[in-house]
């Protein structure tokens, strides 16, 4: 795998607004809770290099019309 994001990003005093990119999401209904205070949000993103050989090891099933898989 090969890393190709690792930030961190400092919480926005009372914005109540998380942006990343062109990204944003009201998060004003999941900070309400006094006792509770974020640092930031850490970002990390991988991915798996072209013509790597890899195991997968799970199931799919499309039994509901969609495509579903569950592994350990």
Do not use: K
């Amino acid at each position: 795998m090969t890393s190709v994001v690792n930030e961190f990003q400092p919480e926005q005093p009372r914005g109540e607004m998380l942006s990343f990119g062109g990204f944003s999401l009201d998060i004003s209904r999941y900070t309400r809770q006094a006792s509770r205070r974020t640092l930031g949000y850490r970002y990390r993103e991988t991915v798996l290099p072209l013509e790597r050989h890899v195991l997968v090891v799970g199931t799919v099933s499309d039994e509901t019309n969609t495509l579903e898989s569950s592994g350990n």
